[in-house]
């Protein structure tokens, strides 16, 4: 039981690049979120899904895109990086039970330049 | 808007002392809180979850309790070790059943001289 893993765990992009963070989890959560996490800041929620083949918006979703195709897996994308967008990513996952704490993946550190 | 306030940003207390992390929110309408541990370069560690319904909740040395109408909670770690300097994070959630969202304090980062 590996709980919330991301995939990578660092990356550089220049300004305009695109590219894909994955997270995937396997506890059967229905719920996963995308946060990112700034400093002075806390974690602020980017996008979440709430099942299969469903995502929503969060507190800050420009310049990102979500898909939830498998349960399992949440597909977090920047289509053009830019430097603003260089943080720490985190993904997490709970049941649809606020009785339930979210899980959180190890996080994704990304830098754009 | 839910705004998470989480004072000292910092704290240093020596080994063996009991100490108290402090959380308050605006908005009393909150479903739970919960506290996360996060170590340097790490994800997030569930801690303690209070449901609004609830007073406190207890694990190991760990205790925290809600006051929902003062919009406080308390984290209260006794008997402080070095193995629990970290920074502690609380978050309430604000609605549930598809329109989730936790919101984060910006977090009390503990270190305990040994």
């Known amino acids: 039981n590996a709980g919330v893993t991301q995939t990578p765990k660092f990356r550089v992009l220049k300004t305009g690049q695109s590219m894909t963070l994955l997270c995937a989890q396997d506890?059967?959560?229905?719920?996963m979120y995308w946060y990112r996490q700034d400093p002075g800041m806390g974690l602020r929620l980017i996008h979440y899904s709430v099942g299969e083949g469903t995502t929503a918006k969060g507190e800050v979703p420009d310049g990102y895109n979500v898909s939830r195709l498998k349960k399992q897996n949440f597909l977090l994308g920047l289509e053009s990086a830019a430097p603003s967008q260089t943080s720490v990513y985190f993904c997490?996952?709970?049941?649809?039970?606020?009785?339930?704490?979210?899980?959180f993946g190890p996080g994704t550190r990304l830098t754009v330049t | 808007k839910q705004e998470v306030t989480q004072i000292p940003a910092a704290l240093s207390v020596p080994e063996g002392e009991n100490l108290v992390l402090n959380c308050s929110f605006t908005?009393?309408?909150?479903?739970?809180l919960q506290w996360f541990r996060q170590d340097p370069g790490k994800g997030l560690t569930s801690l303690l979850l209070?449901?609004?319904?609830?007073r406190e909740q207890t694990s190991g040395r760990l205790n925290a309790s809600l006051d929902k109408s003062s919009g406080r909670s308390t984290l209260y770690i006794a008997a402080s070790q070095p193995g629990d300097s970290a920074t502690y994070l609380c978050a309430v959630l604000i609605s549930n059943f598809g329109n989730e969202k936790l919101t984060f304090g910006t977090g009390t980062r503990l270190t305990i001289i040994p």
């Open positions: 997490a996952s709970s049941y649809p039970d606020p009785a339930h704490e979210q899980y």
């Open positions: 506890m059967n959560h229905e719920y």
């Open positions: 209070i449901q609004s319904s609830q």
């Open positions: 908005d009393s309408a909150i479903y739970n």
